[in-house]
């Protein structure tokens, strides 16, 4: 059961070992229709924006504004190539010492 009230955060309420319902807070609550082409009219500060809809019952949707990364950028976020940026950004802001030419080596050979 999901209880829509406004004014802020959320927290999730337990009646017992085996039931509990969440209260959401919103800053507005807003009845909003289903135009004939199937589409929901948001206003002007979401245009163009990406939405999630996620149907969790038939009769109740949560929609989430949310970002996508393209194709060609998705390596960018994957474990080994993030780690190899983050040591990129730091020997910017941390320059390797050139005067032990050995460290350096081994700075620039790690994976």
């Not at 002007?44 to 009769?59: F, W």
Request: glycine share 8%.
């Amino acid at each position: 059961m999901i209880i829509a009230l406004e004014n802020g955060g959320g927290s999730q309420v337990s009646l017992g070992w085996h039931e509990s319902f969440t209260i959401v807070k919103t800053s507005r609550l807003v009845a909003k229709q289903v135009g004939l082409s199937g589409q929901i009219y948001l206003g002007k500060e979401y245009a163009g924006r990406t939405v999630l809809i996620d149907s969790i019952e038939p009769v109740v949707w949560v929609i989430k504004t949310a970002q996508t990364i393209p194709d060609s950028e998705l390596w960018l976020h994957q474990p080994e190539a993030s780690a190899r940026l983050d040591r990129a950004l730091l020997a910017i802001i941390e320059p390797p010492n050139a005067d032990d030419l050995d460290v350096l080596e081994q700075q620039l050979s790690c994976k």
